[in-house]
């Protein structure tokens, strides 16, 4: 290990051994209290790399999915697949309809240092059914685009602290803005893949 000054040093190992340029023990302790300042500056920054992505996504979710529904064609809109499966229709209409209470989490994590939410069971509560109700598509498509909007207005508005924040949910291990923001991106996409294998995929390859 290449010590300027013949200083040698307490015995390095792994990561440590990255830091040989020491002139002595003062140099050394100092420039290893830099760098572990550095690297959990880093691992935070880090955390937050993708919210730039994260947002660019949410905003593009309307179109992609706008696009995709509008060139299935409409008979095949309400077909079910099997059993507990839902259509096509169903699954935009969902996308609709979770968006306002999408918008409210937000809206708390703005608003409560450490919210703590209840799950979210759609349907609970009514006689009904465990399947979505089925809105016209349009409608559902305009609703979707409109709440994702004010989604984006509302995160464009966060600042760190907010991004930073955690939350208590029944459902999950951890929750956080960052989390819960991450999740309506992926949600879109999962039920947008879902759709697409409803709609696309034969039988004998379609997954329960
Ligand atoms: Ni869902």
């Given at each position: 290990?290449?010590?300027?000054?013949?200083?040698?040093?307490?015995?390095?190992?792994?990561?440590?051994?990255?830091?040989?340029?020491?002139?002595?023990?003062?140099?050394?302790?100092?420039?290893?209290?830099?760098?572990?300042?550095?690297?959990?500056?880093?691992?935070?920054?880090?955390?937050?790399?993708?919210?730039?992505?994260?947002?660019?996504?949410?905003?593009?979710?309307?179109?992609?999915?706008?696009?995709?529904?509008?060139?299935?064609?409409?008979?095949?809109?309400?077909?079910?697949?099997?059993?507990?499966?839902?259509?096509?229709?169903?699954?935009v209409s969902h996308l609709a309809q979770v968006q306002p209470m999408l918008l409210e989490r937000l809206q708390r994590f703005a608003q409560e240092e450490h919210p703590e939410f209840i799950p979210y069971i759609p349907g609970e509560g009514e006689e009904a059914s465990d399947t979505p109700e089925r809105m016209e598509i349009?409608?559902?498509?305009?609703?979707?685009?409109?709440?994702?909007?004010?989604?984006?207005?509302?995160?464009?508005?966060?600042?760190?602290?907010?991004?930073?924040?955690?939350?208590?949910?029944?459902?999950?291990?951890?929750?956080?803005?960052?989390?819960?923001?991450?999740?309506?991106?992926?949600?879109?996409?999962?039920?947008?893949?879902?759709?697409?294998?409803?709609?696309?995929?034969?039988?004998?390859?379609?997954?329960?």
């Amino acid at each position: 290990m290449p010590h300027l000054g013949g200083f040698q040093g307490p015995q390095l190992s792994g990561e440590e051994q990255l830091l040989p340029y020491c002139l002595d023990y003062e140099d050394y302790r100092i420039t290893r209290i830099v760098v572990n300042h550095l690297e959990t500056s880093l691992l935070r920054s880090l955390m937050m790399l993708d919210v730039v992505d994260l947002l660019e996504g949410l905003r593009r979710s309307p179109n992609v999915l706008t696009v995709f529904v509008q060139s299935i064609p409409e008979a095949q809109l309400d077909r079910r697949r099997g059993e507990g499966f839902w259509t096509l229709a169903e699954h935009v209409s969902h996308l609709a309809q979770v968006q306002p209470m999408l918008l409210e989490r937000l809206q708390r994590f703005a608003q409560e240092e450490h919210p703590e939410f209840i799950p979210y069971i759609p349907g609970e509560g009514e006689e009904a059914s465990d399947t979505p109700e089925r809105m016209e598509i349009e409608t559902a498509l305009s609703q979707f685009a409109e709440v994702r909007s004010r989604q984006l207005t509302l995160l464009e508005s966060a600042d760190e602290t907010v991004w930073k924040r955690q939350a208590t949910h029944p459902e999950y291990d951890l929750y956080s803005y960052h989390i819960l923001v991450r999740h309506i991106l992926m949600h879109d996409h999962w039920h947008m893949y879902r759709m697409e294998e409803l709609w696309l995929t034969k039988d004998a390859y379609l997954t329960h």
